[in-house]
């Protein structure tokens, strides 16, 4: 096809070019048609596909990039249909087979004179033992640490080279996290039950279901008998599953909670959930959002935005897991101070510094002498033997640069007082801005203690304390500055919609302290006339919902006015992004937007992005919400204040 005529036949005579834009595109067209051949094949009964048990769908090819795996009975019948099907391939596509890349291996039950056919039939050399695929294993032995020792040795190979030894700490960080993204990690297993938990019609989900648990659940199923080793590693996980998933009602017919909700109002029984459930799960539940045009129950990852599965949200649940029997107060408290470090505003330098510094890994005097001999004086006060706690609070020279630093903070150390006990003491009297500060200027008292001890500089602790002040300052310039949103005009402003178009703003404002949020709706004409509004505070509504349900509200007034084109417009992108490509979830927030999107069908309508500024109208009205109101007259003097700005900025 060219230019949406019908040109005519193109055969690729050297090959599909990686450098044509079409090629992707190309090799997807001949590769479905490459695997209808053989799925012809086995429905004529030329070949025969393997199955794991009886109730298991059969397969007689797996694809990958552009790797072809073919499975077939060991017969010189299959294997010749195995040659003609390539044939007709060759023929049709124009693409050589490349039998030098080719290989066949025989399970241990084929006679070897049959295999010697075989071999020579396909002209191909014969795979005895395969250790690897696309550098995993494709077998699993007995010795698991032996097995998966290839991964470990890659990633200490890359990250011991010679270049990795002339970056910072905070590079090699960096570096590590890339080497780790980089090597093929046997990762995707776990994330291949997430298909498995919704039931999807995904190969493998059907192969476990057919072998493992054929009546029921992979929440019920046992680890039977001789379960191999995907599934043993899937069962030893089945305690994540459990844990992590949960059901998103959507049909009021389904789930055995369809009691407590109201079929006419498609909303929570109110007085019945509070009547059967403890306070603080019946104001859980009913936060949970409802359908209201009847969509299918969804099995959701609880731990994701999107509910869907992923193998880093299953390692966190994992790991808290694990921790959640031997914690305490101490081990949650050492736990909020790694996440106000890790999260606190400094260069990435200054926080590796300071886990190094908790952790005794930096090279100061008593370390040096306990490994090497050296002396173990301080370079500054020549009083004490240096470790890291006298470095940063008890030397003489960092007690002078704390006191020009004015933290407003008491940083004096006390005996038998580690390092992180220090720091979490100070870090306690401090704000976020003041805490960033703090660290700095550890690690510049750092910096100049390294400087005094290799070449003798000496550094009066006002220089310290300002230089620490003006990196930090320097830091967050670049930091704010590259962070701004560049807005265009477009969209910094409102724009009035076409003579035949109404434009309704939405807006969402939370109160935290009543676990409400408002709902802000305004709808204008061509000309700014204020059409409608509609301000509406919602109790019993998750914080997070607030930008789908102003939108729900904003369509549903549409509907109810008879309006047939609108443009329906707020200021939360990653909202407006998704109703406007129409893509879905499988968040607990989603039948919401599946309400809109079916909404949206019965009319002409647009979703727009607008900047916070372009939105005040109705996010005064989301602000200054109390109960339900609707109307169509201007009733404040802020709102015609607001109304009459927006279009005078046009």
Same mark, same amino acid.
């Given at each position: 096809?060219l230019?949406?005529?019908?040109?005519?036949?193109?055969?690729?005579?050297?090959g599909?070019?990686?450098g044509?834009?079409?090629?992707? @595109? &190309?090799? *997807?067209l001949?590769t479905? #048609?490459? +695997?209808?051949?053989?799925?012809?094949?086995?429905?004529?009964? $030329? %070949?025969q596909?393997?199955?794991?048990?009886?109730?298991?769908?059969s397969?007689?090819?797996?694809?990958f990039a552009d790797?072809?795996?073919i499975f077939?009975?060991a017969?010189?019948e299959?294997t010749?249909?195995?040659?003609?099907?390539?044939?007709?391939?060759?023929?049709?596509?124009?693409?050589?087979?490349?039998?030098?890349?080719s290989?066949v291996?025989?399970?241990?039950?084929?006679?070897e004179?049959?295999?010697?056919?075989?071999v020579?039939a396909?002209?191909i050399?014969?795979?005895?033992?395969?250790?690897? @695929? &696309?550098? *995993?294993?494709s077998?699993? #032995?007995r +010795?698991?640490?032996e097995?998966?020792?290839?991964?470990?040795? $890659? %990633?200490?190979?890359?990250?011991s080279?010679?270049n990795a030894?002339?970056?910072?700490?905070?590079?090699?960080?960096?570096?590590?996290k890339?080497?780790l993204q980089?090597?093929?990690?046997c990762?995707?297993?776990?994330?291949?039950?997430?298909h498995?938990?919704?039931g999807d019609?995904?190969?493998?989900s059907?192969?476990?279901?057919?072998?493992?648990?054929p009546?029921?659940?992979?929440?019920?199923?046992?680890?039977?008998?001789?379960?191999?080793?995907?599934?043993?590693s899937l069962?030893?996980?089945?305690?994540?599953?459990?844990?992590?998933?949960?059901?998103?009602?959507?049909?009021?017919?389904?789930?055995r909670?369809?009691?407590?909700?109201?079929?006419?109002?498609?909303d929570?029984?109110?007085?019945?959930?509070?009547?059967?459930?403890?306070?603080?799960?019946?104001?859980?539940?009913?936060?949970?959002?409802?359908?209201?045009?009847?969509?299918?129950?969804?099995?959701?990852w609880?731990?994701?935005?999107?509910?869907?599965?992923?193998v880093?949200?299953?390692?966190?649940?994992?790991?808290?897991?694990?921790?959640?029997?031997?914690?305490?107060?101490?081990?949650?408290k050492?736990?909020?101070?790694?996440?106000?470090?890790?999260?606190a505003r400094?260069?990435?330098k200054v926080?590796?510094?300071?886990?190094?510094?908790?952790?005794?890994?930096?090279?100061?005097g008593?370390?040096?002498?306990?490994?090497?001999?050296?002396?173990a004086?301080?370079?500054?006060c020549?009083?004490?033997?240096?470790?890291?706690?006298?470095?940063?609070?008890?030397?003489?020279?960092?007690?002078?640069?704390?006191?020009?630093?004015?933290?407003?903070?008491?940083?004096?150390?006390?005996?038998?007082?580690?390092?992180i006990?220090w720091?979490?003491?100070?870090?306690?009297q401090m704000?976020s801005?003041?805490?960033?500060?703090?660290?700095?200027v550890?690690?510049?008292?750092?910096?100049?203690?390294?400087q005094?001890?290799m070449?003798?500089?000496?550094?009066?602790?006002?220089?310290?304390?300002?230089f620490?002040?003006?990196?930090?300052?320097?830091?967050?310039?670049q930091?704010?500055?590259s962070?701004?949103?560049v807005?265009?005009?477009?969209?910094?402003?409102?724009?009035?919609?076409s003579?035949?178009?109404?434009?309704?703003?939405f807006?969402?404002?939370?109160?935290?302290?009543?676990?409400a949020?408002g709902v802000?709706?305004?709808?204008?004409?061509?000309?700014?006339?204020?059409?409608?509004?509609?301000?509406?505070?919602?109790?019993?509504?998750?914080?997070?919902r607030?930008?789908?349900r102003?939108?729900s509200?904003?369509?549903q007034?549409?509907?109810?006015?008879?309006?047939?084109?609108?443009v329906?417009?707020?200021?939360c992108?990653?909202?407006?992004?998704?109703l406007?490509?129409?893509t879905?979830?499988?968040s607990?927030?989603?039948?919401?937007v599946?309400?809109?999107?079916?909404y949206?069908?019965?009319?002409?309508?647009?979703?727009?992005?607008?900047?916070?500024?372009?939105?005040?109208?109705?996010?005064h009205?989301?602000?200054?919400?109390?109960?339900?109101?609707?109307g169509?007259?201007?009733?404040?003097p802020?709102?015609?204040?607001?109304?009459?700005?927006?279009?005078?900025?046009?």
């Open positions: 096809m230019s949406g005529k019908q040109f005519g036949s193109l055969i690729p005579e050297r599909l070019r990686q044509d834009p079409l090629s992707p @595109y &190309l090799f *997807l001949c479905e #048609a490459f +695997s209808s051949l053989l799925q012809l094949a086995e429905w004529e009964g $030329r %070949i596909g393997v199955s794991v048990c009886q109730a298991a769908p397969i007689s090819h797996l694809l790797d072809t795996l077939c009975r017969s010189m299959s010749q249909a195995v040659l003609d099907t390539l044939e007709v391939y060759r023929k049709a596509s124009g693409q050589e087979i490349n039998f030098a890349k290989s291996a025989f399970s241990k039950s084929t006679r004179d049959l295999c010697s056919s075989i020579t396909l002209t050399r014969r795979e005895n033992k395969m250790e690897l @695929y &696309l550098g *995993l294993p077998k699993v #032995a +010795s698991k640490k097995m998966f020792s290839t991964i470990r040795d $890659r %990633i200490w190979k890359k990250i080279g010679w030894k002339l970056l910072s700490q905070a590079g090699r960080e960096v570096l590590i890339a080497v980089a090597i093929p990690i990762y995707g297993l776990l994330s291949a039950s997430g498995i938990v919704k019609s995904e190969l493998l059907r192969v476990l279901r057919a072998r493992y648990f009546s029921g659940d992979i929440f019920s199923a046992a680890l039977g008998t001789r379960p191999s080793f995907t599934w043993r069962m030893a996980a089945q305690y994540l599953f459990r844990a992590g998933c949960r059901w998103a009602p959507s049909d009021l017919n389904h789930l909670v369809a009691d407590l909700i109201d079929p006419e109002t498609s929570w029984k109110v007085d019945l959930v509070q009547q059967l459930f403890w306070p603080l799960d019946s104001s859980i539940i009913l936060t949970i959002p409802i359908s209201i045009h009847g969509e299918e129950d969804l099995m959701v609880h731990y994701s935005r999107n509910g869907y599965f992923s880093r949200s299953a390692y966190h649940l994992a790991m808290t897991i694990e921790d959640r029997p031997c914690s305490s107060d101490c081990g949650a050492e736990s909020q101070w790694w996440r106000k470090v890790w999260q400094v260069p990435n926080k590796v510094f300071v886990w190094r510094a908790c952790l005794n890994a930096l090279p100061t008593s370390n040096l002498n306990k490994r090497m001999g050296l002396h004086v301080c370079p500054f020549h009083d004490e033997a240096e470790d890291i706690l006298h470095i940063l609070a008890g030397c003489t020279f960092a007690r002078q640069v704390w006191g020009l630093a004015s933290l407003g903070a008491d940083l004096s150390h006390r005996t038998n007082q580690g390092v006990e720091m979490q003491a100070g870090a306690s704000n801005q003041r805490f960033g500060l703090f660290l700095c550890c690690w510049v008292i750092w910096w100049f203690r390294n005094r001890a070449d003798g500089t000496r550094v009066e602790p006002v220089h310290a304390s300002d620490a002040a003006q990196y930090l300052d320097s830091y967050l310039s930091v704010d500055a962070a701004r949103p807005s265009s005009s477009s969209s910094a402003v409102w724009f009035a919609p003579a035949d178009c109404v434009k309704i703003n807006d969402g404002a939370v109160f935290a302290a009543e676990g949020i802000g709706i305004v709808a204008r004409d061509s000309q700014g006339q204020c059409m409608a509004w509609l301000s509406h505070r919602v109790f019993r509504a998750g914080v997070e607030w930008p789908r102003g939108c509200e904003a369509i007034l549409a509907v109810r006015k008879g309006w047939r084109k609108v329906i417009e707020g200021d992108a990653s909202l407006i992004r998704k406007a490509d129409g879905r979830d499988s607990l927030l989603d039948p919401v599946a309400d809109i999107l079916k949206a069908v019965n009319f002409h309508s647009v979703f727009s992005w607008v900047n916070r500024s372009g939105n005040a109208v109705a996010h009205l989301a602000q200054s919400a109390v109960s339900r109101v609707e169509t007259s201007v009733v404040s802020t709102m015609l204040d607001l109304l009459s700005a927006d279009f005078q900025l046009q």
